[in-house]
Each structure stands twice: as C-alpha cells, then as structure tokens.
C-alpha cells in the first residue's frame, strides 16, 4: 500500500507518540498474572484502554509505525474479500503477532483488542483468549488492515482460534462490530461437561435458558427443534433477509415479560463488548423489528441430557447470534442493517 497521506486530525485518527503511549499503558496494565499458558508481554490481562487511547485511535498509530515491508505484508485494500471473512480458528494472514510486530506494535495491538470489550469482561476475554490460543498465547494472534485509517475507510481485524474481533471506526456501514465476529472457549477440555466450568460464556447460556423457562408447551414445541445449523466458515453466519418462517419461535408468541426475558438475554450476550458496539447492535436489531427475532433450542446437542440447552440461537431478518455450547463453546455473531445480497 502506498504511504498514508496527510489528512485532518480528528478523535478517532489523532497521532500520538509510540513511546509516550507505551509509558501510559504501563499505568493502565496493573492486572495481576495468571496461571495460564504464555503468561508474558504478549499474554497477562489488562485493563481497558483510556477513551484517551481508544482503539481507533490506536488503530491509526499502529498503522503508522509500520515499515513499508510490514505494510505490505498485512495492508489490504478495504474492498478485499478477505475482510468479511470469520471462522472458529483461523490466521487472516500468516504474520503473528509476536513473530512479525516489534514490542511497541505489540502492545498496541493488545490495547486495540482490550478496547474493543467492556472493562468489565475485557480480562475475562483476553484470559480466554490467552488459554486458548496454546504456548504463545495472545501472541499467536494475527492480524490485518483493511484501507487506510484517517481516510474515512478502514478495519483492522484480529484473529485467532476462538476469536475474530474488528475495529472498524463505523467504517463499515450498516453493521455491528464492523461484520461478523466469532469468540468461544474450551475452558476445561475440548469436551466440556454440562456445567461448562470455566467457561468464560456459559453466562450466556444460561440466561438464554431462563427464557425457556417461561415458556408454556405450545410455544416450546416451536422453540425447541432437533439440529442445529452446521459450522461452514462465514456461511455460518449468512443472514436470510426473512421476518416470518425462521427456525423457532417468533417474538409475536411470547407476552411481554417473556419479550423483557429475550431482551435480558440480548443484553447478556452484548456485555462483554465496548457500549459503543453494543449500542448500534441492538438499535441494528430494533431497527430491523424485536417482533421479527425467532428463538430457537436445539435438543440433539445437549450434553449431560438434563435440559439446559447447550446450543440454541436468536435470529431476524438481519442479524444472527448462533450459540453452540457442543462440545465446548463457539459462538458466531452477525448483525447488520440489511441481509447481505
């Protein structure tokens, strides 16, 4: 890609110094160790960065800090296919993060991904993230940029196995978080028990369990089906356009207290995320009609048969959060303003 040309400063594309941002991330590390793999630079939490060092801000920084040979190898034109892309355990380049980036990168990086996630659950991320990843830990992370930050049009993508995050700057109209994103987590084998112990998203599940409980027979039989929807990459989460027919039960059959249940659920599934994301999510969601959302249990996966259900889903005409708790947690995300073509 050609050198970032010279453009106005605003909050999301202010330059600040490599140096002086690495000083005052120090101050904000102050997270104790954990007995995790690669523990390290690249692997112990953090908190949160600053509104003063968001991630788009540090987005830009990172971009320019990178030599041209670096640019070359992890710079994409923004239109690139490869930018829609998501998967459960894939690199979106063959560059890791602590393979290819100098110390400063790195920490940047790890500040970009931390901002993307609420400061109460962005040390359980980035835990997850670290006990997944293997020996190296976050740093076997890889990422890419995707246009030019400062020119109106970019995204930088992250990803991993159980993990694609992006950071978009609103770059990408119509659409939360930037495009589809996938997080997950094994906590304790790649078979979980029924409890899930450990997990770092099980919450999620139960919550969306309690809505089940409110259901009366007539709406369980619609609710509850055999199988669910198999994992096929970024198929996976291929939005349908439809308001009527989806798999489960539509909100039309629920009363208002079980509609305040889903929406609880909604809100358990978008914690762990910056409230900006958040934010445009559900206004995406509401926008697109709260009565055209379905809900649906899929009763072939449940481990341990004591119906909690591991894998169900809440899907609309544009969005889908598919969560399948079989055998251990993945989760893929897509939310958008119009279905794709």
Known sequence: MNKPSSSPSCDCCTEISRRSFIQSAATLAGASAVSLPGANLLTRPVRAASAAAKSETLVTTLYKSLSEEKRKAICFPFDHPLRSKVDNNWHITDKTIAGFFDKDQQEMIRQIFMGLHSPEYAETVMSQVIHDSGEEGFGSSSIALFGEPGTGKFEFVLTGRHCTRRCDGDSVEGAAFGGPIFYGHAARSFNE??????????????????????????????????????????????????????????MTELSSDQKDQVRKTLASLLAPFRKADADEAMKLIEENGFDHLHMAFFKKHDIGHDKVWDVWQIEGPAMLWYFRGEPHVHTWVNIRRHAEA
């Open 193 to 250: 028990k029924a409890d899930h112990e450990g997990n770092a998203y099980w919450f999620q599940a139960l919550q969306a369990n309690e809505v089940f409980k409110m259901l009366d027979g007539k709406q369980r039989n619609l609710a509850l089906l055999e199988t669910a929807r198999d994992e096929k990459g970024t198929d996976t989460v291929k939005l349908t356009g439809k308001k009527f027919g989806l798999p489960g039960v539509p």
